[in-house]
């Protein structure tokens, strides 16, 4: 049981982060009903630029924890905001009339070339920083001796994920960009000719998935201590597979999705073999889409005639 109990913990944080990153992919495709497929290495700058701000708080002598994780936080949205600003004006915005083949090819290139610029910027191999938020709680002691423990960092992962839930899904549903957003899912063309700028609303969009996706690269960059330029590719499958697996187009299914992917790779890597872990999470996604094509929450998509 208290192994169980650990995994179970450990499984909710890696969830979490999934979910954040799987919230940008189902935004974007609830509005233009596409992939971003370059969503996973935008997540990848946001890490690389947490760890930067990170270095530049350790040169300027900055070592109240307080102040660092805030700096680390500003400096990775703003800029991997604006790389996500980038990816829709380059690789979607001018194919957005074209077939949906020409801007999912546009989005893999995107991909492959900001793998590689990070490759070339910050080297091949792994980037370490060390541990910033240190220490937890210690929830129950099996009679072999293992100890259950909640760790800070993991405290501050989930309910981090939750709030940033509860304000999206508000500002989704209840401010006039959230409108703008819905509008333009049920018909762009009508929602430009009532007044709503389709190209802003679709740029704003990206900017909040690639600042989700920057709180995620932070958070995996203290929780793992680790970076590498190749980290976006594994993580933004899974995060894809999360948004399909909760129905795509569905914020609470994206982090439905997300959390249900975290806990299946703790469990199967507790109780199986870690190496078939991935096998295990893409397994279950085939069995949902055999059964439920939608996803969990998804909604069947009504066809316009």
């Known amino acids: 049981m208290e192994y169980f109990t650990q995994q179970l913990i450990n499984g909710l944080t890696l969830g979490s982060i999934y979910g954040l990153i799987a919230i940008?992919?189902?935004?974007?495709?609830?509005?233009?009903?596409m992939i971003n497929f370059a969503h996973g290495?935008?997540?990848?700058?946001?890490?690389?630029?947490?760890?930067?701000?990170f270095l530049i708080?350790?040169?300027?002598?900055?070592?109240?924890?307080?102040l660092q994780l805030a700096l680390?936080?500003?400096?990775?949205v703003i800029f991997t905001s604006a790389y996500g600003w980038t990816v829709e004006r380059i690789a979607y915005r001018p194919l957005r009339g074209s077939p949906r083949l020409a801007p999912l090819i546009s989005a893999i290139g995107m991909s492959i070339v900001l793998s590689n610029y990070?490759?070339?910027?910050?080297?091949?191999?792994?980037?370490?920083?060390?541990?910033?938020?240190?220490?937890g709680f210690q929830i129950m002691e099996s009679e072999a001796g293992f100890v259950v423990q909640l760790g800070y960092l993991q405290i501050v992962i989930m309910l981090l994920t939750v709030v940033l839930m509860a304000i999206f899904a508000y500002l989704i549903a209840k401010t006039p960009l959230g409108r703008a957003q819905r509008a333009?899912?049920?018909?762009?063309?009508?929602?430009?000719?009532?007044?709503?700028?389709?190209?802003?609303t679709i740029s704003l969009t990206f900017v909040m998935g690639a600042g989700l996706a920057a709180v995620a690269g932070m958070m995996v960059t203290l929780y793992y201590g680790v970076n590498d330029f190749f980290m976006g590719f594994v993580a933004g499958i899974k995060a894809f597979t999360a948004a399909v697996l909760g129905g795509i187009g569905s914020l609470p299914g994206a982090m439905l999705g997300g959390i249900l992917i975290g806990i299946i790779e703790a469990m199967w890597s507790a109780y199986f073999s870690t190496e078939y872990k991935d096998v295990?999470?893409?397994?279950?996604?085939?069995?949902?889409?055999?059964?439920?094509?939608t996803g969990l929450l998804g909604r069947p998509e009504v066809e316009k005639v």
């Open 280 to 293: 295990a999470a893409f397994g279950i996604l085939v069995l949902v889409l055999i059964f439920r094509p």
């Open 41 to 53: 290495d935008v997540y990848m700058i946001g890490a690389f630029q947490a760890m930067i701000a």
């Open 24 to 33: 940008g992919y189902t935004m974007v495709y609830g509005i233009i009903g």
């Open 118 to 135: 990070v490759q070339l910027a910050q080297g091949p191999r792994p980037k370490p920083i060390p541990p910033v938020i240190r220490g």
């Open 57 to 66: 708080c350790g040169v300027l002598g900055l070592t109240w924890v307080p």
């Open 72 to 76: 680390m936080l500003i400096v990775a």
């Open 184 to 200: 333009c899912e049920q018909d762009m063309k009508m929602a430009s000719l009532l007044g709503v700028n389709v190209d802003r």
